[in-house]
């Protein structure tokens, strides 16, 4: 069975502490990774998406990494404005018309 | 460029009773999908549309939910008669090309649905 798990669940750093946040995934031929981060109340809001292993991407103070178990989100000196529940998502095996969500990871970043 | 609109944001409603929930896609994505994310759940699909076909109702939970896309444009969900359990986030998204998931979704702020 198709599994996207996300972890920690929570996570508190202080402003300028960087850390990683771990997405591992069990689909057969993975389609993309999906990162994305939401805010309460809100939407989630697209950053990322890789396809294949060893495939980085930055975005500011994000940088995503993919290998063939797992992705990386790594917060590189965050800010509090950082704070958010960011998710992961992959399509599942044999349908390539959804995403399968894995449960996030909610940052706080204290200042 | 305007994003998913959802309507309403909010919606409170009696067990029993029916609920229309909105969707506006980006103008020119073809595809859209509902999600649904229930409390203390992953969000969870629920179903696919190319411009007004369904292409995936996989993730509807039974036959008091139907959706509708009529004219390709907007969608509706509509939930008749509510239970309690319906009680959720739902999230509209949508996608430009072919529909592969690999294409890019972009969410809505979703609606918030409580059932009392």
């Known amino acids: 069975e198709d599994q996207v798990t996300q972890s920690p669940e929570a996570l508190r750093l202080q402003e300028g502490e960087s850390s990683s946040l771990n997405c591992s995934y069990t689909v057969s031929g993975l389609r993309g990774l999906f990162w994305y981060r939401q805010d309460p109340g809100k939407g989630p809001e697209f950053l990322f998406t890789l396809y294949s292993a060893g495939e980085e991407k930055e975005k500011e103070r994000l940088k995503a990494t993919l290998t063939k178990k797992e992705s990386f989100l790594h917060i590189t000196a965050p800010k509090p404005e950082d704070s958010a529940t960011y998710l992961c998502?992959?399509?599942?095996?044999?349908?390539?018309?959804?995403?399968?969500f894995g449960s996030g990871t909610q940052l706080t970043v204290l200042p | 460029e305007a994003g998913v609109t959802q309507f309403p944001s909010h919606s409170v409603i009696e067990k029993g009773q029916t609920v229309t929930l909105r969707c506006d896609p980006i103008s020119g994505h073809d595809n859209l999908y509902w999600y649904r994310r229930v409390m203390g759940k992953e969000i969870k699909f629920l179903l696919h549309f190319v411009k007004e076909s369904k292409q995936d109702e996989s993730g509807m939970p039974n036959n008091r939910f139907l959706a509708e896309r009529t004219g390709g444009t907007y969608s509706t969900l509509k939930v008749q008669p509510a239970e309690l359990e319906d009680s959720g986030v739902y999230f509209c998204?949508?996608?430009?090309?072919?529909?592969?998931?690999?294409?890019?979704?972009?969410f809505g702020p979703g609606t918030r649905l409580t059932v009392l």
């Open positions: 998204a949508s996608s430009h090309r072919t529909g592969l998931a690999t294409d890019t979704q972009y």
């Open positions: 998502a992959v399509p599942p095996t044999g349908s390539a018309r959804q995403l399968t």
